[in-house]
């Protein structure tokens, strides 16, 4: 394999448990991370470690003898502020000055198309439009893309951004006919990010070559990411659900329900 030894935060999440199998063959010995109780290793290419990620002792000691990390773990929905600021906005300045410390020199960040969500779908946009953060989860990716940029400028450790559209087994409703990424094609994403030399800091959007998409990947397109899957197969079973109404934020933006998510309250 091609790595040693690779992090994988968030381990315990959807897309973790599928990662968990995908990665076994980039890597000798897989670390594997969350915050929950994950399924105990199967054998000695497998480490489990729970760690909150808003405890930097925590993270400094995970990172420890990795050759790379894939940070996925976090809060990975709109939520008050408060819940939002220690997994994913301390928890990302952990992962990257562990890296720096342990001399890791590549991340693959699990970015959001949630950046960018307060876009028009009827605009298409590559990695420099202007971020359009639809809430605190957003905004934590959004800050995260920046953590990325500056400890690369000043740094020199390489990330890539997938900001992802919609990763599950399949496009759960009309909005995520543009926004689906299947699991074939994240796994094919995440090893061309890790092994593609020269990344710098590359935004990348992680959806499949579906039929309507709203961004524009020629700005990464160092990374040859080539989506083999469409959403396009499962337009039958989606199109049989009620029709979505023309001033529906699902209907209106890319970022879908997560613009109009909100307020928490006062306290
Ligand atoms: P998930 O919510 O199923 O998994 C996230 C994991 O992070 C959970 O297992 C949770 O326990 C863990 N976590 C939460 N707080 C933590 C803390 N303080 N310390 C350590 N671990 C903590 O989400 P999913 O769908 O697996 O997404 C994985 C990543 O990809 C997330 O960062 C998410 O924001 C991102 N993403 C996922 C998309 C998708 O379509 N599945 C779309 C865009 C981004
Ligand atoms: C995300 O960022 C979420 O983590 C995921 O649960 C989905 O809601 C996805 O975006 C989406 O926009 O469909």
């Known amino acids: 394999p ?13 897309l973790g448990k599928v990662l968990r199998e995908r990665l076994q063959p980039l890597t000798e010995i897989l670390r594997l991370s969350d915050i929950a109780e994950m399924a105990p290793a199967e054998g000695p290419h497998i480490e489990v470690q729970i760690c909150d990620l808003a405890d930097k002792q925590a993270v400094h000691q995970l990172v420890e003898g990795v050759d790379a ?12 502020f408060e819940e939002i600021l220690g997994p994913n906005i301390s928890g990302v300045f952990h992962i990257y000055e562990a890296a720096r410390r342990h001399g890791v020199k590549r991340v693959i960040f699990a970015s959001s198309n949630h950046v960018i969500g307060f876009h028009k779908q009827t605009d298409t946009i590559d990695a ?29 450790i390489e990330t890539v951004s997938i900001r992802i559209g919609s ?13 689906w ?13 890790l092994t593609t030399p020269d990344v710098g800091h590359t935004v990348v959007y992680g959806a499949s070559a579906n039929k309507t998409v709203w961004w524009d990947n020629s700005k990464a397109a160092h990374l040859g990411f080539e989506p083999k899957d469409t959403s396009e197969v499962f337009r039958d079973k989606v199109e049989a659900q009620p029709p979505v109404p023309a001033d529906d934020p699902n209907a209106l933006y890319h970022g879908g329900a997560f613009t109009a998510a909100g307020p928490f309250g006062d306290d």
């Not at 990763?167 to 926004?179: A, K």
């Open 2 to 14: 091609p790595f040693h030894r690779l992090l994988l935060t968030g381990a315990a999440g959807g």
């Open 69 to 80: 990390i894939l940070h996925f773990g976090g809060v990975s929905v709109e939520r008050p």
């Open 128 to 156: 420099n439009a202007p971020r359009r953060p639809d809430g605190y989860y957003g905004l934590s990716k959004s800050y995260g893309e920046d953590m990325a940029s500056f400890y690369f400028d000043r740094y020199g």
């Open 167 to 179: 990763s599950f087994t399949e496009p759960l409703n009309r909005r995520m006919m543009s926004t």
């Open 181 to 193: 990424l299947s699991y074939d094609d994240l796994v094919q994403l995440i090893e061309r990010g």
